[in-house]
């Protein structure tokens, strides 16, 4: 998206960019899920807890905020791994495509001989 926005390619340094800050997006989103998932894990043995009930909990007792703790260093924990998982599959995606064309170009001269 943000090369059609650019109307270019992007740099590798921008690629990278993207990659960071999309993971680190995608992080905070999700950390909700993550904050009621560690709570139910780490509720008392043996007693069932829903994730319905982990939310009004802390709902009730932190308020909304309290489903986004650790969000920030979660960012910064999961922005390096979204840069790098981003630049190596768009790294990948340039190669096979470079890969194709020669190919293509191999097979359009093999038809002309």
């Not at 090369?3 to 740099?11: D, I, N, S, T, Y």
């Not at 990278?16 to 904050?35: H, K, L, M, R, Y």
């Amino acid at each position: 998206m943000v090369a059609q926005a650019l109307g270019r390619e992007l740099e590798a340094w921008e690629t990278i960019a993207v990659g960071a800050v999309s993971g680190g997006i995608a992080a905070v989103v999700t950390t909700p899920f993550d904050v009621m998932k560690t709570r139910m894990m780490t509720a008392t043995p043996g007693r069932p807890i829903s994730m319905s009930m982990v939310a009004i909990s802390i709902l009730r007792h932190e308020g909304p905020l309290g489903l986004f703790k650790g969000a920030v260093p979660r960012f910064f924990w999961v922005a390096p791994l979204g840069a790098m998982d981003f630049a190596g599959y768009e790294l990948a995606k340039k190669a096979m495509q470079k890969n194709e064309e020669v190919v293509m170009a191999d097979q359009l001269g093999q038809k002309l001989c």
